[in-house]
């Protein structure tokens, strides 16, 4: 698939991917705490090994030292068979290199894991320029509200009177940014991002609730 732009520093991009024939690329707890790990130490300009910290636990891997970063990530969300990534230019053919080094290492680590061959996404992965203030914004909610998929049509009865259990889900699901904007307790994984090099469209906790809950209320619209 042939992009119609050139990443360019400075500007912002929603990154994804999709497991080959739509197949789960998250199989366990260890899958995705090892995609989360990767995100940091591919996020970097010189080359990080995971195998040499074998002996470190998830939450210790945030502690290990790493050169510069190549990218900024503001927002991410994975599920079961995809991933979402809000993504800065910061340095040139910095996305790229990230991008590659990230889906190249989860790639041999799910194969040798599940001894399978073979390519385990779709193609080269897709981006949309967020070149739009609106769209911008509007990629956070996306993202941290696509895990809502998972609770399936059953919260929607009753004119959305669960909205309350959605917000609950949502800020209890480890695979998403969510928690670190809704939350005041930072998480290890919490340094992946840096929130300074997007707009500050979310003065505080409750502001960026708010926003989450007026887009859940449009979803459970009949």
Not at 19 to 26: A, W
Not at 179 to 197: F, H, M
Request: contains cysteine; glycine residues 6%; positive net charge.
């Amino acid at each position: 698939m042939s992009r119609n732009f050139s990443f360019s520093t400075g500007e912002y991009y929603h990154c994804y991917s999709r497991g080959t024939e739509k197949r789960k690329i998250f199989l366990s707890r260890k899958d995705y705490e090892r995609f989360i790990a990767l995100l940091f130490v591919c996020n970097s300009t010189e080359t990080i090994h995971l195998s040499d910290h074998w002996k470190k636990s998830f939450n210790q891997i945030f502690n290990i030292p790493r050169s510069e970063t190549i990218v900024d990530i503001g927002a991410y969300s994975f599920m079961p068979n995809h991933f979402h990534l809000l993504l800065r230019e910061k340095k040139e053919d910095g996305i790229s290199l990230f991008m590659q080094k990230l889906i190249t290492a989860y790639t041999m680590y799910f194969n040798k894991k599940y001894n399978r061959t073979g390519a385990l996404f779709e193609s080269r992965f897709k981006a949309e320029h967020a070149n739009k203030d609106k769209y911008l914004k509007y990629l956070f909610s996306y993202m941290h509200l696509n895990p809502e998929k998972l609770m399936g049509p059953a919260w929607k009865e009753g004119g959305g009177k669960n909205i309350g259990g959605a917000k609950k889900f949502l800020g209890e699901y480890t695979y998403s940014s969510y928690s670190d904007y809704s939350k005041k307790e930072s998480r290890p994984q919490g340094v992946l991002l840096n929130k300074n090099s997007f707009p500050g469209y979310f003065i505080d906790i409750k502001d960026f609730e708010e926003e989450m809950l007026d887009w859940l209320n449009v979803k459970v619209e009949p």
